[in-house]
């Protein structure tokens, strides 16, 4: 069965900085899985963050950055602000009938 | 400004059907690929299905093969999903999204239909 793993909570102060990783239990995160993360508020619908490992999407505020750490995709916030505070999920393309979502990483900024 | 609107959702029991609908404006259906995913109440996002601009192609995550449906009309700029045979499991807001399936990426995302699959 595959499965793409996030942290399930994660906390930053306002002005810190915090990375979200993702990971795949059939081996290493590649950029040939093209990660993507989406960010997801409560009763809203989800919003492209980064897509193909580290592309910013557009009006993604620069303090977002993906990347490949290791064996897993990572999604770096710098200097963090009240307002990220969202659920976040990554995207594994696996395959055109593969398409994958982490089970998502409850920030906190407090 | 581009707007994809969901509809088509309710209660229904199990073994039973519904067809969800999604409006686009702002933008011409026939120029994306389109995708439906779902969210079960306080879960994770879940890739549904797929279909190509001519609608010539498809693809459904497992779960759904051989129940659900995805179609197109882009003389109408929307995009469907019939789903059949409904599980409890199935419960979730279907939300439909335009696919660049070259970055590959969802990019316009639409507000979300809830359907309740329950006896």
């Known amino acids: 069965q595959t499965v793409v793993t996030q942290e399930p909570s994660l906390s930053v102060s306002p002005g810190g900085s915090v990375t979200l990783t993702c990971g795949y239990n059939?081996?290493?995160?590649?950029?040939?899985?093209?990660p993507s993360w989406y960010q997801q508020t409560p009763g809203q619908s989800p919003r492209t963050l980064i897509y193909n490992t580290n592309t910013r999407s557009s009006g993604v505020p620069h303090r977002f950055s993906g990347s490949i750490l290791g064996n897993k995709a990572a999604l770096t916030i710098a200097g963090a602000q009240a307002d990220d505070e969202s659920d976040y999920y990554c995207m594994l393309y696996l395959g055109s009938d593969s398409w994958v979502f982490g089970g998502g990483t409850k920030l906190t900024v407090l | 400004d581009v707007e994809l609107v969901e509809s088509g959702g309710g209660l229904v029991q199990p073994g039973g059907s519904l067809r969800l609908s999604c409006a686009a404006s702002g933008l011409t259906l026939r120029n994306f690929w389109m995708s439906w995913v779902r969210q079960a109440p306080g879960k994770g996002l879940e890739w549904v299905a797929n279909?190509?601009?001519?609608?010539?192609?498809?693809y459904y995550v497992e779960s759904v093969k051989g129940r659900f449906t995805i179609s197109r009309d882009n003389s109408q700029n929307s995009l469907f999903l019939q789903m059949d045979s409904l599980r409890v499991d199935d419960t979730a807001v279907y939300f439909c999204?335009?696919?660049?399936?070259?970055?590959?990426?969802?990019?316009?995302w639409g507000q979300g239909t809830l359907v309740t699959v329950s006896s």
């Open positions: 279909i190509r601009q001519d609608g010539n192609e498809r």
């Open positions: 059939s081996g290493s995160v590649s950029t040939s899985y093209y």
């Open positions: 999204a335009t696919l660049l399936y070259g970055e590959p990426r969802w990019d316009s």
